[in-house]
């Protein structure tokens, strides 16, 4: 069956330190992924998306990393702030049917 | 705005007292989806629907309906709620083509 997992349940860093977030998929099959930021009480919310033919895509202080060969995704943020506490998610799509399949989450915290 | 709107945010029940939980979007969307969300298991889809009228299951649908009778709603169902169902719950929605899914803000049940 779908497998996305994230390497580290936790992470900690120091406010304006670059944080580093990894995930791992099984379906080399998979068309599209997706970084969401979910804060306490809240729904996750889009960060950045990244199609399968690509292998970087940058945003405002966040870049995504897809390395096919080892199926592994990353999220980078520069300069990681307080508010970027939270519990980062990486998600496939299938396009095909438009299935979901969710990693479990790596909760970053921002030491002050 | 665009949004997904779920009610209630909170739910206490007990068990067999059926139950419904609304989820709502304004952005024209075909597909919704459902989810709920456990610790250490992250995101598991329970149903989703591709449009008016269709729906199928996801990875963990024993114990829980829906319809799709508006394309704007797609209510989640539970006829005899039991306490493994105490969760929170997420809908979804996104274009049928894929890409970003747009969560709602979660609703926190628990079954006593």
Redesign the interface.
């Known amino acids: 069956g779908e497998s ?1 997992g994230l390497h580290l349940p936790t992470l900690s860093v120091q406010e304006g330190d670059n944080s580093i977030i990894n995930c791992a998929y099984s379906n080399s099959a998979s ?2 992924f ?1 970084w ?1 930021k979910q804060e306490s ?6 960060i950045i ?1 990244i199609r399968s033919n690509m292998d970087k895509r940058q945003g405002q202080r966040v870049t995504v990393l897809l390395n096919k060969t080892v199926k592994h995704l990353s999220l980078q943020i520069a300069a990681t702030q307080p508010g970027d506490s939270a519990v980062y ?1 990486c ?1 496939e ?1 299938h ?1 095909t049917g ?3 399949y ?4 790596t909760s970053l915290t921002v030491i002050p | 705005e665009a949004q ?1 709107t779920q009610n209630p945010r909170y739910l206490i029940t007990v068990t067999g007292k059926k139950l419904t939980v609304t989820c709502s979007q304004n952005m024209n969307h075909e ?1 919704m ?1 459902w ?1 709920r969300q456990d610790p ?4 598991r ?1 329970i149903y ?1 629907s ?1 449009n008016v009228e269709v729906t199928d299951k996801g990875d963990v649908p024993e114990g829980y309906k829906v319809s799709r009778k508006e394309k704007r709603n797609f209510p989640l169902i539970l006829e005899s709620p039991s306490p493994n169902q105490t969760s929170l719950y ?1 809908c979804a929605s ?1 274009l ?11 609703t926190q049940l628990s079954v006593l």
Request: charged fraction near 10%.
């Open positions: 996305v068309d599209y997706i969401y009480g809240k729904g996750p919310q889009f998306d998610f998600a799509n396009l438009n299935q979901f969710f990693g479990t989450g | 997904v597909y989806s989810y250490g298991l992250g995101l889809q989703y591709m997420f996104t049928l083509e894929g890409g970003k899914l747009f969560f709602g803000s979660g």
